[in-house]
Each structure stands twice: as structure tokens, then as C-alpha cells.
């Protein structure tokens, strides 16, 4: 078995015709079938099956299938941590990201990472928890960056805390907790809330906690996507309890209104998570130390409360 007949493997099962993987590995479609042939030689079993004109891994194939993703990948991360053995000018910052961390936390400090660095080709890979732990199990991304509302495998993985992220209610500037400028948890009952799906791990615990209270609402709307989200509380929809972090600039330019629920805390933590026998690249252990100094972060913050506090105290008119 060598390394060629992995990849053509692995680019046939994505694509599933010889012709087309014939064309992305740049050789002729017999060369595809022998490389295909020397592998099921090789391991001892079929990898695909033709059933008329359409190709198909078999149940063996689909097994197969993240062993050798594991093994070229690791190849690759061998090859990149040589790299870097002398210095960060060359290699790849390969991980995964939950939406609210790869779309509002991380841009500025991939940016100051890769002004500090831009030899290092940054591969942030954004999509759901189960995807991001099945990224990290084939060796796809060295490390990931999640909320801790999501369960992990403590026996296998390693995990660090480096942010608190404060879970806000969010109305329309116009709606009477707006004006009234802070809300008890009990006035939540006749509302209408906007949530992330049931499979929402921040979802999960904001139910947890609001049960903990023998909250529930008078209905609700389930919207995947976080920036719709808060479309549909500005035009009225609803209200609804999101990162902070993520509606700065919203409340800011004074698009929503962020209400205080009193006596009501919540908040998350933002954490980097991998394997605890990972021999983890320079690069990443580079970044994973800005992820601990956190100075970015702080200083995103800042700015906010910053421009929050200036908008406030600019005198009203009249």
C-alpha cells in the first residue's frame, strides 16, 4: 500500500466516477482502475461497486474510508510541522470553528496572526459540532475552537476555557422592555422567542437554564442561521438571547436594543479543544497562545463598551 493509491481512493470515493477522478488526479482513467485495484489487493477487500452505470463504496469502502483519510492527513500535518520545525514561514493553521466563533470571535485575531505570520496559510474550517469532532477524529483539523455546551470525550480530549462569552436578550428598539430598559425574568412568559434549532447546544442550555426558573414562552420560532436571527428581531418577530459579542455593532448603530434580565446571568465558555496525544504543529501552538493571552478579544470589548457608553451619553434632542 503506498500513499498514491490512498489518495486516488479518497478522490474517487468524493467523486464517485472514474472518468472525473481521472481528470482531478491529472492521469488516465486505467491508471485510476489499477491504483483502485492494487488497494482492494492490498487490504484484502472490495472498496466499490458498480451497479449499472453508477459507482458506490461498499460497506467496507465507507469503513475504509476515514482510516485513509487519517493516514494522508497525517502525512501532511508530518510534512507541515517539519516545516516549521526552524521557523513559522511556511506551512498551514488548520482547524475548526463553531458559527458564533469563526464568524464574530476569531477574524481579528486571525488577522494579527497572520500580519505576525503570513507565510502560515491560515484553513478555518466553519460547520456544526458533529462535523467539527468528525474533522478532528480524521485528522482534518489539528485542533478546534467551540462553545462548552458541547459534549466531549474527557477520556481522549483535551480542552482549555481561554473566554467568557455574555449571553444577551435582544428586542427592537421600540419594544417596551427597550423603553423600560431592563426586564424580570417572569415578564418573559408572553413573549414570542427566536431560537437556534433543537440540536443547538447553546439552545439546550438556555431551555436548562429558563427551566430552572419554570420559564416558558408563549411561542417560538426555530431560525438556523444567527444573522437571520437577528433580522427577525429587528423587524419584530420576536426577541431573542444571543452572544453579545455577535450584536455589538447592531446595538451600537441602534438597530436592537439589548434588555437586562434582572438577577439573570448567563454566559458561556469558548474553548480550544484536541487530542490529548496530538503532537500539535508550531503554528497551532502559536495561535493556541493567543487564544490564551487574549489581548484581541479584550480589546474588541473595550471599543464596544467604548462606543456603547459615548452613544449614551450624547445629549437627547429637545
Known amino acids: 500500500m503506498n500513499l498514491t493509491k490512498l489518495q486516488t ?3 474517487l470515493s468524493e467523486c464517485l466516477s472514474f472518468t472525473e ?3 482531478l488526479l491529472y492521469c488516465s482513467q486505467p491508471a485510476v482502475s489499477m491504483q483502485i485495484q492494487g488497494l482492494e489487493h492490498d487490504i484484502g477487500s472490495p472498496l466499490f461497486d458498480r451497479i449499472g452505470k ?3 463504496l461498499t460497506k467496507q469502502g465507507e469503513l475504509f474510508k476515514p ?6 492527513n497525517l502525512l501532511q500535518s508530518a510534512r507541515d510541522h517539519l516545516q516549521q520545525l526552524d521557523d513559522l514561514t511556511h506551512g498551514t493553521l488548520s482547524f475548526g470553528a463553531s458559527n458564533f466563533v469563526g464568524v464574530y470571535l476569531l477574524p481579528a485575531l486571525l488577522g494579527e496572526f497572520n500580519q505576525a505570520y503570513p507565510g502560515i496559510r491560515i484553513n478555518m474550517n466553519i460547520t456544526s459540532s458533529r462535523q467539527l469532532i468528525d474533522m478532528l477524529e480524521s485528522n482534518k483539523a489539528e485542533f478546534l475552537v467551540i462553545s462548552d455546551q458541547i459534549p466531549l470525550d474527557d477520556a481522549r480530549l483535551q480542552a482549555a ?6 449571553l444577551v436578550l435582544i ?10 430598559g431592563a426586564c424580570a425574568i417572569e415578564d418573559l412568559r408572553g413573549e414570542t422567542m427566536l431560537w437556534k434549532p433543537k440540536k443547538s447546544a447553546t439552545r439546550a442550555y438556555l431551555e436548562g437554564k429558563f427551566a430552572e426558573y419554570g420559564i416558558s414562552f408563549r411561542s417560538d420560532m426555530e431560525i438556523s442561521n444567527l444573522e437571520a436571527i437577528k433580522q427577525g428581531v429587528i423587524h419584530g418577530l420576536g426577541l431573542s438571547i444571543v452572544s453579545k459579542f455577535a450584536v455589538a455593532q447592531e446595538i451600537r448603530s441602534g438597530l436592537l436594543a439589548s434588555i437586562p434580565i434582572q438577577g439573570v446571568k448567563l454566559e458561556r465558555g469558548i474553548r480550544y479543544v484536541y487530542f490529548k496525544n496530538k503532537l ?3 503554528a497551532s501552538k502559536q495561535f493556541i497562545q493567543m487564544l490564551e493571552r487574549g489581548r484581541m478579544f479584550d480589546r474588541q470589548a473595550a471599543a464596544g463598551c467604548m462606543t456603547a457608553v459615548a452613544k449614551t451619553d450624547e445629549p437627547h434632542a429637545g
Open 280 to 282: 500539535l504543529s508550531p
Open 67 to 72: 482510516y485513509a483519510e487519517q493516514i494522508v
Open 171 to 180: 428586542a427592537k428598539t421600540d419594544h417596551a422592555f427597550a423603553e423600560s
Open 9 to 11: 481512493f479518497l478522490t
Open 54 to 56: 453508477k459507482l458506490y
Open 161 to 166: 476555557t481561554f473566554y467568557k462569552d455574555e
Open 21 to 23: 477522478a481521472a481528470e
